[in-house]
């Protein structure tokens, strides 16, 4: 069972972009799909995310109109589109699958990807 996270990078603030976690069948096929960010000194906290079907929650709705989780069940794949980024985004990105969203800290992780948001 294996998660990849990518698209990470750096980017000035009032940018974009978009992180894609790409999963097993296995992990994908029935599991809601996460997204969640931990900044330096920080806590990990929740981001995004998104069942099978396509329902969707958010941290926040301040998050909710920046950024936008979608999956492509086709490709196994994830995305986390990252709008209007700021400087506070700045973080490790994870993405994560959990059965059914109640239990991420014994669901599977990825490696995680670095966003940098320049001021």
């Known amino acids: 069972v294996q998660l990849q996270a990518s698209g990470g990078g750096l980017v000035q603030a009032g940018g974009s972009l978009r992180l894609s976690c790409a999963a097993s069948?296995?992990?994908?096929?029935?599991?809601?799909m996460g997204w969640f960010r931990q900044a330096p000194g920080k806590e990990r906290e929740f981001v995004a995310a998104i069942t099978w079907s396509g329902g969707s929650t958010y941290k926040s709705d301040s998050l909710k109109g920046r950024f936008t989780i979608s999956r492509d069940n086709a490709k196994n794949t994830v995305y986390l589109q990252m709008n209007s980024l700021k400087p506070e985004d700045t973080a490790v990105y994870y993405c994560?699958?959990?059965?059914?969203?109640?239990?991420?800290?014994?669901?599977?992780w990825g490696q995680g990807t670095l966003v940098t948001v320049s001021s």
């Open positions: 069948r296995r992990t994908y096929s029935s599991y809601v």
């Open positions: 994560a699958a959990d059965r059914d969203g109640s239990s991420w800290s014994s669901g599977y």
